[in-house]
């Protein structure tokens, strides 16, 4: 049995996408089970809440046999209401975890959970997913630079460009100054360089319309789409290393 000790905190159900320890991510909330999360969690001092993303993006409201098993704590950093409804959020993750028992179902999940470290060693399984996840991030740079020697990491390295991708991938065109309100921490300037890589990688594309003030917008190109496929591998990876944790009651 592991020493650490059962904890219990509210449950975020996320769609189509996973947090990763170690990352900040701009979220949005609309339904009623994942505001009141967000509410409990923020009215703690250390504002702590479960991410665990959903089997099938289509249920409103998961049970625990939704969710998968392996999932992410994170601070809730910032937090703002919409004016069309909801909230959006960044967060910020920072242990992998497993999930336990329910706890609460109304108005909002809330459950056990234990630290799950990444196993040292993952087996065959897990490493052929990553191959997998390698092959498709490979796959994206040969597309935008099919003479240039396919370096993956170059490519998305650093935490800004894997959270300006997943902004644009999964929540579509934005401006300059919406992201810098999205990507906490990150400067004017560190942002225009990466914007300026990723353009450069042929990743994201940047339009300027002639208007005054001048309005610049950011979108995804097609051959960044296919990175899409490749965050949805990180997350079977992901999940797939729970049979490999290190500590035994793991996940």
Do not use: C
Not at 67 to 78: C, E, H, Q, S, Y
Not at 223 to 238: P, T
């Amino acid at each position: 049995m592991s020493d650490d000790p059962i904890l219990e905190l509210p449950v975020f159900p996320l769609k189509n996408t996973a947090l990763f320890p170690f990352l900040g991510m701009p979220l949005a909330a609309s339904r009623p089970i994942s505001i009141a999360a967000i509410e409990s969690a923020v009215a703690t001092e250390e504002k702590e809440i479960l991410v665990f993303a959903q089997k099938d993006a289509a249920e409103q409201e998961p049970t625990k046999d939704g969710l998968f098993d392996v999932g992410t704590k994170a601070v809730i950093r910032r937090l703002a209401p919409v004016p069309s409804g909801g909230v959006q959020l960044f967060v910020q993750g920072t242990t992998r975890i497993r999930l336990g028992e329910l706890t609460q179902e109304k108005p909002f999940l809330r459950a056990k959970y234990q630290p799950a470290p990444i196993a040292l060693d993952v087996g065959a399984d897990v490493e052929a997913l990553e191959r997998e996840v390698k092959a498709l991030g490979a796959k994206v740079l040969a597309l935008a630079q099919p003479q240039a020697e396919i370096d993956i990491a170059q490519l998305i390295g650093g935490k800004w460009k894997l959270i300006i991708l997943q902004i644009l991938i999964f929540q579509g065109t934005k401006r300059f100054n919406e992201l810098r309100k999205m990507i906490e921490g990150v400067t004017q300037t560190m942002l225009t360089n990466q914007l300026r890589a990723l353009e450069r990688d042929g990743l994201v594309l940047r339009k300027v319309y002639a208007e005054v003030p001048p309005r610049v917008e950011y979108s995804p190109t097609r051959r960044a789409l296919d990175l899409e496929e490749m965050f949805h591998a990180m997350h079977a990876w992901w999940v797939k290393g729970e049979n490999d944790a290190i500590t035994p009651n793991s996940r």
